[in-house]
């Protein structure tokens, strides 16, 4: 990709990559720079911006597509706007990342056998949680008084209970 | 020279930290006054080396000693100064030196603010302190010297990132690390009491201030962290989800819900087991998040330098102290008593379900943060966990909490009236249900999440701003003057309400942002104009411009609105003199209501240039948001009842009212 | 010691297991969802001879190892003399030229030899696309019915050749 663009796909820790890391294809000189995409209708264009979002670039570090200036980024993204010209659906443009790269291009996990603690997960956690919460208060609810006491009230319990503990002790 | 006294001093600070982390502790176990003693002189003895070495590094980098390979990494002798100094928390070395003086720092604060507390809880505080020291600071020495001679030395330096030539990097990391380490003294304070036995409601005072101003600087430092990748990173971007981000979110979340916790804890004396959990967790999160960070266990835009060797010792330094933590609190925690009862609604229960929300979603970033490792590790495949799985997951879990924010400060505590309660706030209530709704119509078009958002927003500041006008308001039974009653109010109360009106806006500016932003990459060429959100822009001018460690393409890019002439601004491509790659340079025109962002892309043939050009609608009602968060953190941190001296603890007032027979006997 | 405080314990531990494992993980190695899929296919014009060109059926028949490279991409260098030596070794090789220039890859052919029996020159890299190809090199192992059986990404090292793409040629030289 065009030599006027930042390669920095990773921030930090980039330098080190070029040291430790494999050679990745990021520096690529020859391709053309890639010209703002247009399309035919707004159900594309909202297609498109979500598809670039919501797809991984798999040489960076972590970007999306849009995000990256990496050659293989903006390869994609023109090879995405084509499809999308073309008439393709989302998931047709998901469809054809997947079987080239796999399910590491999604962001948006699939939902599968592997993947469903981690999308209802949370969820049950949740309703676990509140549960337990619940049970606790209840039982813990026995030891109060119905109705919060008044000043008044609180001054004399707290009397009662001195006298109380006086004459116990 | 300059290196060997660095390192010198480091390895002075780890022997300090080495005393400091066993002679208290001895001697509190056989109340040795002298032993106990040490504790305070080690910990302002481990800051000045700790000071020497930081100091010796950020010379080296001023004076542009290539000799240290640190510096030849991270400096260049055309860096600008200011940078010079930020160079030095510029990678994984520095910047974990920056981390142990700053963690030199908390132990000396504590020291010097605590002396107060009774002698043994002290004594163990710096302890358990200076064991966390002697784990950060032997890491250090060992497998990440900042001081490491380069032979020969080079002739010029690599240059620091250009990404990190920023103001906002000047202040992100030492933010975020007040923060980070910060937790340890609240962790600290929480070990102290599981040796000493004693978890009460003074250790819950004591510890409370510690943390909220852990907490408010974390909030600052992720703040800043995100405002900075915002004009940055240059695609409008300001949370990405992030493995790393992830890693600061969930010791914040963890510390969100121990504020609270350490709220009961403090006043009512329960939940103590809780706490001390939630004060163990968000350390431990603290270290997961150095490990995440400084391993190369998972891939991030931010990451360190990857080195497995530092990633082992850093998982056995968490192994260690998390561990024996857990293992410690799974022995004495069943000692602790149950405090103060409750009833199902009250402060004590809003305050506990909260917790158990802001766990939830804990648990949830920890769960899709890691779980590409997790299937990995398993063979299950690669998977990625991104922005979209986060917006699907986290976001519907705050929306409880959310809704919880504006009911919960204002119940009693031990026992209030749910209906009584609700009907006061029902106008708020209604209120700010109408008017979320119809707020998004000013913005764009009309969303039902997006009405969710403001009227969650106004929610929460509607029954903040009723609470404090009822509580400044006039009354004919008392003499008080507002001003003295705004006097009266506590920082304390004002800070939670500050901190609250901050969750309001950082609430409604993301909805917005989220919902209504507009973007366009255009082509343009000198004299073209191009129209984003409702504004005008027009490329006036390409020129180059000369920096001082880079060259750049300028555009002048004028924004019109309705015709007239609003601002220029001049984004720029820079070419930094040390790097192969060029570097886009954002400009932006900030708003109360949008920011208008506009970043050069690559150049065309013909002259032309892609453009990208960004409207965010209330970007900087999170920041502003933010800012409130962070200022109430300090507020009640700095209230009345912490800056007198601590009393002893047997002199703490018990409320015995507030003690149901129930639980005093049984 | 009630076991409700144990269990953060027992966690905690798993957790740590978990991050162990992680450490001597790769997280930016990919597994290819192409391997035991069939080739895609291609028709691209040979590099060496603008005219003629090389499309992925002639790549059938026989064992093949595919090889991504460029002459911008400098593992590919350091990597090349091994492709010799695995042409030396039998194996057919076939190369694609990935988003490079005609002319900086004939020089880069000219100056470190030419191991390939063929290569296709995809100067957009839409095949590479096709290939899955993120990082060069990137080299593929294909039976003689046109499956891919095994990718290495990266540089092969004489390690590589020896104990993973050697046996299994050998192997998938037996299939039938």
Known sequence: MSRNRILATCIVGWAALFLTGPVLAQSGPTAPPSEPMVFATEEQEASYQQLVRELRCTVCQNQNLIESNAPLAADLRRQISVMIKDGAQTDEVVEYMVARYGDFVLFRPPKNATTYLLWYGPGALMIIGLTLLGLILWRRRSQVTTDPLSVEEQQRLRRLLDDDEKGSS | ?666 | MKLRFVLPLVAFFALVGLLWVGLSLDPRALPSPLIGREAPSFDLPELRDPETRFTSAEMLGKPALFNVWASWCVTCRQEHPMLAELRRSGVPVYGLNYKDTRSDALRFLARFGDPYDAIGFDESGMVGIDWGVYATPETFLMDRHGMIRFKHIGMITPDIIEQKILPLYRQLEMES
């Not at chain 2, 590094?57 to 940078?83: G, K």
């Not at chain 2, 609700?422 to 969303?447: E, H, N, Y």
């Open chain 2, 1 to 666: 020279m300059i290196a060997e006294i660095g390192l010198f001093a480091l390895i002075l600070a780890l022997l300090l930290a080495v005393a400091q982390g066993t002679l208290p502790l001895v001697g509190a176990a056989r109340g040795d006054v002298a032993l106990m003693a040490v504790g305070r002189s080690a910990a302002y003895g481990q800051l000045l080396f700790l000071g020497i070495a930081y100091a010796m590094l950020t010379y080296a980098f001023v004076t542009d000693d290539f000799s240290i390979a640190y510096v030849a990494n991270h400096s260049n002798s055309l860096l600008p100064i200011q940078y010079k100094f930020s160079g030095v928390w510029g990678g994984h070395e520095g910047s974990l030196l920056l981390w142990v003086l700053i963690l030199g720092f908390w132990s000396a604060a504590v020291a010097t603010f605590s002396r107060s507390l009774p002698r043994e809880v002290l004594a163990r505080v710096l302890g358990v302190m200076g064991l966390i020291a002697i784990g950060f600071i032997g890491f250090t020495v060992f497998t990440s010297s900042p001081f490491e001679r380069l032979l020969p030395a080079a002739m010029e330096g690599r240059d620091l990132n250009p990404m990190l030539q920023d103001p906002g990097l000047i202040i992100h990391p030492p933010m975020l690390y007040m923060g980070y380490v910060g937790f340890s003294v609240a962790f600290a304070f929480a070990i102290a009491a599981l040796i000493g036995g004693r978890l009460d409601a003074a250790w819950a005072r004591w510890s409370r201030p510690w943390t909220a101003v852990a907490w408010a600087f974390l909030t600052v430092g992720i703040g800043l962290g995100s405002w900075w990748a915002y004009y940055v990173l240059g695609w409008g971007g300001w949370w990405f989800w992030d493995p790393v981000e992830n890693a600061s979110f969930m010791p914040w979340l963890m510390g969100t819900a121990l504020l609270h916790s350490l709220a009961v804890t403090e006043k009512r004396g329960s939940f103590k087991n809780w706490t001390v959990m939630l004060a163990i967790l968000t350390f431990s999160l603290v270290l997961l998040a150095a490990f995440l960070v400084r391993s190369g266990v998972l891939t991030s835009v931010h990451a360190f330098a990857v080195d497995p060797e530092r990633g082992v010792y850093l998982l056995a330094f968490m192994g260690i102290v998390v561990a024996s933590s857990l293992t410690l609190f799974a022995w004495r925690a069943g000692k602790v008593g149950l405090g103060g009862s409750f009833g199902l609604v009250s402060r004590e229960s809003a305050l506990l379900t909260n917790n158990v929300l802001l766990a939830v979603s804990g648990a949830a970033v920890l769960l899709g943060t890691l779980y590409p490792l997790f299937l990995d590790a398993f063979g299950l495949g690669k998977i990625s966990v991104g922005p979209p799985y986060f917006e699907a997951v986290f976001l519907p879990l705050m929306l409880p909490l959310l809704l919880l924010l504006g009911f919960g400060p204002r119940l009693r505590w031990k026992q209030d009236s749910p209906t009584e309660q609700l009907w006061r706030l029902r106008w708020i209530f209604a209120a700010s249900f109408v008017f979320g709704m119809i707020w998004p119509l000013f913005v764009g078009t009309w969303s039902f999440m997006a009405g969710i958002g403001a009227f969650l927003g106004l929610w929460i500041a509607g029954s903040a701003l009723k609470d404090l006008v009822e509580r400044i308001r006039p009354r004919p039974e008392s003499q008080q003057s507002i001003g003295t009653r705004v006097r009266r109010l506590g920082r304390s109360y004002v800070g939670m309400q500050s901190a609250h009106l901050g969750v309001a806006l950082v609430v409604v500016g993301i909805t917005f942002v989220l919902g209504y932003d507009d973007e366009r990459d255009v082509r343009m060429v000198v004299g073209e104009t191009v129209e984003v959100g409702g504004y005008g822009f027009r490329l006036e001018a390409l020129e180059e411009v000369q920096g001082p460690n880079f060259t750049a393409d300028q555009a002048t890019v004028v924004v019109y609105k309705n015709g007239e002439r609003m601002t220029t601004l001049t984004p720029q491509m820079r070419q930094y003199f040390s790097q192969e790659q060029p570097m886009a340079q954002t400009s932006l025109h900030r708003g109360i209501f949008r920011d208008l962002y506009v970043n050069m892309g690559e150049e065309l043939p013909g002259n032309a240039w892609v453009m990208r050009v960004y409207y965010k609608p209330y970007m900087n009602w999170v920041w502003a948001g933010v800012i409130l968060m962070g200022l109430g953190g300090f507020l009640s941190a700095s209230d009345r009842r912490y800056r007198v001296r601590v009393r002893r603890e047997e002199e703490l007032p018990v409320d015995r009212a507030d003690q149901d027979p129930a639980t005093v006997t049984g």
